[in-house]
């Protein structure tokens, strides 16, 4: 309904009432009313609720302009803060939120990814070089995985995934890729100084219903396992 249906339904109303009270008055009292008086029974209360009803559906329509505004303003501050800025994946909250209700009933599993000697890529390099590393890993990550699969920098240069609905061989093929391609990348500073890059991952199984905390936890020990045996690879929990 449109703003000037509105109004006119009000004059309408308002008219209709006005009229009305008046024939019931002369009906009882027995009095005939003038038509001038019928005249100004008609304007009076459309000149009266016709402005009336334009401001306030005016201001109706305006606080559900500001409302949807709102409402779209919330859903955008609710999405960024979701994400790691840095990285443009989920952050460590929103990735644990959202991989803890995955309640598929197929097997899924969950990879812990941490870059190989990152302090040192900081050290030598300097934090901006530090930074670009962790945005390369973060796009080469998610470009090895599915739509509906879930990636989130979980630490400093931790990243954890969640291959919904993935049994363990094909979780463990897809960490290889993501291992092998980070490895292939030829990745330098600004100054075009080379940097060694490459990933250690841990990978666990995550049945319908397990606990995702137990799974992570799986996937940190095998990952730190990837760690001691020399780095660069990915290694199944046990």
């Known amino acids: 309904m449109t703003q000037w249906h509105k109004i006119l339904i009000a004059m309408g109303f308002s008219v209709g009432v006005t009229l009305a009270s008046m024939l019931a008055m002369a009906t009882l009292t027995g009095e ?13 209360p459309a000149l009266i609720s016709g402005p009336v009803t334009y401001v306030l559906a005016s201001q109706a329509e305006a606080n559900r302009r500001l409302n949807r505004q709102l409402l ?7 999405a960024q803060a979701d994400i790691d800025h840095l990285t443009g994946t989920l952050n ?3 990735f644990y939120r959202s991989a803890a209700s995955y309640d598929g009933d197929a097997p899924a599993c969950v990879l812990l990814a941490d870059i190989d000697h990152f302090k040192a890529i900081n050290d030598q390099h300097g934090h901006a070089a530090g930074d670009h590393a962790l945005r ?8 090895a995985l599915r739509p509906d699969d879930l990636l989130g920098r979980v630490g400093g240069e931790e990243f954890a995934v969640l291959l919904a609905g993935m049994p363990m061989e094909l979780g463990l093929t897809i960490a290889e890729r993501a291992r092998s391609a980070i490895a292939g990348l030829e990745v330098t500073t600004t100054e075009g100084v080379p940097i ?10 995550l049945a319908a219903g397990a606990v995702l905390d137990q799974a992570l936890a799986q996937a940190d020990a095998a990952m730190y396992s990837a760690k001691r045996s020399g780095r660069n690879r990915v290694l199944a929990a046990v």
């Not at 005939?32 to 009076?44: E, L, N, R, T």
């Not at 390369?136 to 470009?143: E, F, K, M, W």
């Not at 060694?196 to 199984?205: K, R």
């Open 32 to 44: 005939d009313i003038p038509w001038p008086f019928w005249a100004w029974g008609a304007a009076c």
């Open 136 to 143: 390369i890993v973060a796009r080469t990550l998610q470009a």
């Open 92 to 94: 460590r909250a929103a």
């Open 72 to 78: 779209a303003t919330q859903s955008v501050l609710r």
């Open 196 to 205: 060694a890059l490459s990933i250690s991952i841990g990978v666990a199984p």
